[in-house]
Nanobody, 125 residues
C-alpha cells in the first residue's frame, strides 16, 4: 500500500484546510485508517480514524467538533477536513493504514503498518 498525503499549507488561525490521502496498491476495505500528526520535538499523536468496519469514527479530544474524517471508496481516498484551526494544530500530518485487525487500536501509531510521507500544516496566530 502506498499512501500520498496532500493539502497542507499555511493558514491563519480560524481558517480551514482539507487534507487528502490517496492510496494505491489496495482498495479501502477491511482495514484500519487514520490520521496522525507530529509537531517538532513532540511524539506522533492521534487525530482521527475510522473503525475497522468504516462505519464509525474516532477523534482526539483536541480536534473533536473541528475536524472531520471522511473517505471516498470509489477514489480510494481519505480526507481530513480541518476547521477553526488553531496555532497548536501546527504539525506534519500523516495518514496511515493497517491491514492487520488483530491487536489494531485506532489511536496507537504502532498499530499501523503503512504511512504516507506527511503534509505540513502551519497555522499562524
Amino acid at each position: 500500500v502506498q499512501l500520498q498525503a496532500s493539502g497542507g499549507g499555511l493558514v491563519q488561525a480560524g481558517g480551514s484546510l482539507r487534507l487528502s490521502c490517496a492510496a494505491s496498491g489496495r482498495r479501502f476495505s477491511n482495514c484500519g485508517m487514520g490520521w496522525f500528526r507530529q509537531a517538532p520535538g513532540k511524539r506522533r499523536e492521534f487525530v482521527a480514524a475510522f473503525s475497522w468496519s468504516g462505519r464509525s469514527t474516532y477523534y482526539a479530544d483536541s480536534v473533536k467538533g473541528r475536524f472531520t474524517i471522511s473517505r471516498d471508496n470509489a477514489k480510494n481516498t481519505m480526507y481530513l477536513q480541518m476547521s477553526s484551526l488553531k496555532p497548536e494544530d501546527t504539525a506534519r500530518y500523516y495518514c496511515a493504514v493497517s491491514l492487520e485487525e488483530t491487536n489494531w487500536i485506532a489511536a496507537i501509531p504502532s498499530s499501523y503498518e503503512h504511512w504516507g510521507q506527511g503534509t505540513q500544516v502551519t497555522v499562524s496566530s
